[in-house]
Every structure is written in structure tokens, then in C-alpha cells.
């Protein structure tokens, strides 16, 4: 596969029949990752502050904590997109009904 630097609108338009509505997706899908990666952070923030010792009595040095490396969410959109993984559909405005 080609890198993100080289991927041009016609390669986003193979995928989709408009620029517009990829753009549209990949930035729908850029949050949704954004929001799962926060949430991820989130736990591992929640479990670190309830390993460490608060008591003014043991003023050790807390332990290293060790984070994930995630891709950016855009990145992660647009590559996503380009493989074709990324699944979606409209709902009709009358019935709320995919078409």
C-alpha cells in the first residue's frame, strides 16, 4: 500500500463516488477513534491513581508509567478508508432506516 504523503483524491474517489462524503467519513471515524484512544487513557489514568499510596506519611517516587502508542485518529481514518474498512450507510430522514 502507498503512504498517506503519496495518496491523492483520486485514490479516496476509487473508494467513494464523492470526495466530499469520504472527507465527511473519515472525519466521523477519526472521532470515533479519538474517543476510543481517550477512553483507554482514561482506565489506565483511573487504575494508576488508585495504585498510588496518598498518605503523606510514604512520600516515595511513584512507579513509571508505561502508555500505549496509538496512531493519530486522522491517520488511522484515512488508512482505514483506503483499505476499505470502513462501513457505513444513510439513514433514511422518514423511518430512520438504513438504505
Known sequence: ?????????????LRNHN???????????ARQVNEHQ???????HEEYQATLNLSEDAP??????????????SVQAVREMLEGTVKYD????????SR
Do not use: N
Open 19 to 29: 470526495i466530499y462524503e469520504a472527507i465527511l467519513v473519515m472525519g466521523l471515524r
Open 38 to 44: 481517550k477512553s483507554i487513557l482514561s482506565r489506565i
Open 90 to 97: 444513510y439513514l433514511d430522514p422518514v423511518d430512520g432506516e
Open 60 to 73: 516515595e517516587e511513584p512507579e513509571e508509567l508505561e502508555l500505549p502508542f496509538f496512531t493519530k485518529p
Open 1 to 13: 500500500m502507498q503512504s498517506l504523503h503519496e495518496t491523492t483524491k483520486e485514490d479516496l474517489e
